[in-house]
Structures are given as C-alpha cells and as structure tokens.
C-alpha cells in the first residue's frame, strides 16, 4: 500500500533527472565546456596539407576544446565560396582563389601559411626530350585556377613558353586522375605535385621540369577564413591555429606518424616515393605559419594578366595575421620548436 502511493510522487523525479542529465551530461557537474564545432574544408589529397589531417588525427583539435569536422572540397575557387556563403569556417586551401575574392570585394583572408612556392614537376612522355617539345601538346592539369596550373605557367615562361598560346592544358579533375590521362596517352605531359608526381615518374614518365628545384614564390598552401569569422570566432580560431602548429610540428618531428597519416588520406601505400614526398614538402614548410610578403607579390604578379585591379593591391591587403602573432607574442611557436 504504501509502495503504490509514493511511486507517482518518485517517479517524476527521477524522469526529470535523467532529463536533465542528458541535457547537461557530466560536463556540467564537472565545469567543462562542450567542444566548440569548426567546419574546416582542404582542397587537396597532398602531402602539404597534411598538417591538418595529422592535428585531427593526433587530437589537438581535441585537447584545444574544439570538435572540428573536415571536408574536402576539390578547386580553392570552391573553398572560397564555401568560406563566403559560410558553409565552411576555414579552409585549408592555394592563396590564389583567397587573393582573387578580396580583389572582387570578398571578406576573406589568409590567416597564415605553411607553404609559399611551388613544390612539383612537369612529367611528361619519355617521347619529349625538352622543355621546347611541350609546343603544340596536351598538359594535364587537376582544374582551371589549380596550383598545377600556376604552376606549369610559371614554369613554362622561365623556359620561354607562352603558356596561353603555346600548350593546352587539359582538366582531369584530381592529382590521380591526373596521373591516370598521362598515362592513358591523352596527353603529352602534366604537371603534378607530390606524391603524384613521382608515382608518375615510377610509372616510367620523365620529369621534365622539376619546378620544387626553381624554388619559385607563391602562395601555394595557405590557411583562409572571413572577416566575419575573425571578428565573431576569434575565441575558437585562436586554439585552432594552436593546433595547427602542433599539427606542423608533428608532421616535422615524427616521420613515421605523418607518413601513416598521409598514406591513411591519400590512400597510397608507404613506399619510397611519399618518404621521398614527405623530405620535399616537409624541407620548405614553414612552421611559424608565415605568409611571405614575396610569395603574395609573386601570385599578384599571375592575377594582373586579367584583373587590372591588382596592380594597385599591396600584400598586406590579403591578410590578417592577427591569431600567428599571438602565438608568437605568446612564446608558444618558440616553446614548440625548442
């Protein structure tokens, strides 16, 4: 008798605190804040933008409060569009797409960098002995307005070839696929970068410009956000751009995990060739995630062909480097690299 009267009065309460401990969880007994979200976009399976993979995979995301969801989008153009429309928060992208939006009036800028030059080759069927006999074919490229294609055009012209009226530069969606209508005889030559351009070469294709030895300036990996996100999020972009720097640090000082890692996204198998690709892009990655004033100049230089409006554009225009100098200020790049 006395059980069935004091089960409605029971019953309440324990169906509002299992309510309330879904609600809140453990976080709330214990003063720990739920992770902030951040949706972070990259444009490429490459080796050079593995520092982001490896910050998620080694949890530095985590430990810095924060519950980031990457999404890979292929062509920077499309980055930037998701950064302006707000679909993504950061982008992990080439700085050209970044640099054309501000010129056209966009909120968007580089908000640091790892990788201000070109890092690649020019491949081509052993058929071509020279620079010279890329006039009149097919060069592959991943998409219009890619790094291959920049990268191609800058090399080309230091070798006298009209990149505009000399060869044809051809779509092939990705750096594999790119490897794929090389080696499918669809065209003459591609320019691709690491590690494809050298599963190209073990295929039996010739490098026939090895553009990462020209050390020419651009700003080829680049980390990007919008005005909006730097005035609303600097809270959580702060810790990001923290993990990104471990994420750089561990690509640096651990091969073995970064090539695991690597070889986990890129889908290819740990062999010589991406030890190879890991020296290449780990010797010019910069781990203070610097934009370099001469790499922006550089791309400037590519975007006045067609936009009249850049000639008056100063680098400075393009970035906010706000949340790297603080890690600078702070002493935590100098404490992570001691």
């Given at each position: ?12 309460m ?11 969880g ?22 050079s ?14 430990r ?29 992208i ?46 592959a490229?991943?998409?219009r ?29 990705g ?6 209508a090389?080696h ?34 651009f ?13 609303t ?28 890692v ?6 290819t ?59 600078k ?7 992570l690299?001691?």
């Amino acid at each position: 008798m006395t059980r069935n009267l004091s089960k409605p009065k029971t019953l309440p309460m324990l169906v509002f605190f299992l309510l309330w401990w879904g609600i809140t969880g453990p976080s709330h007994l214990y003063g720990q804040k739920r992770p902030a979200p951040l949706v972070v976009s990259y444009s490429a399976l490459v080796a050079s933008q593995s520092y982001l993979w490896i910050a998620k995979e080694a949890g530095f995301f985590e430990r810095n409060g924060l519950d980031v969801k990457l999404v890979l989008i292929i062509s920077g153009a499309q980055n930037t569009a998701a950064l302006l429309a707000g679909d993504v928060d950061v982008a992990i992208i080439g700085g050209m797409g970044v640099m054309r939006a501000r010129l056209a009036g966009g909120e968007v800028y580089m908000i640091g960098g790892t990788k201000n030059q070109f890092a690649g080759s020019i491949v081509a069927n052993p058929r071509i002995k020279t620079v010279a006999d890329l006039k009149g074919k097919k060069i592959a490229i991943t998409r219009r307005g890619s790094n291959p294609e920049y990268m191609a055009r800058a090399a080309l012209l230091r070798f006298g070839i009209n990149p505009d009226r000399d060869v044809t530069f051809i779509q092939a969606g990705g750096a594999p696929e790119t490897v794929a209508a090389l080696h499918g005889g669809g065209v003459e030559a591609a320019s691709i970068i690491p590690p494809h351009n050298l599963r190209a070469i073990s295929l039996g294709y010739k490098e026939l410009i090895d553009v990462t030895a020209m050390k020419i300036p651009f700003v080829a990996t680049i980390i990007a956000t919008t005005k909006k996100n730097i005035d609303t999020k600097a809270s959580v972009i702060l810790p990001f751009m923290q993990a990104i720097a471990d994420g750089v640090h561990k690509f640096q000082t651990d091969k073995a995990y970064a090539l695991k890692v690597i070889s986990k996204y890129t889908r290819t198998p740990i062999n010589e060739d991406l030890e190879v690709t890991y020296g290449v892009e780990g010797g010019i990655m910069d781990r203070n995630l610097n934009v370099h004033n001469e790499a922006i100049q550089a791309t400037l230089e590519e975007i006045r062909k067609d936009v009249p409006k850049a000639a008056q554009a100063k680098p400075e225009d393009f970035v906010d480097l706000r949340f790297v100098n603080s890690l600078k200020q702070s002493g935590y790049l100098d404490r992570l690299w001691k």
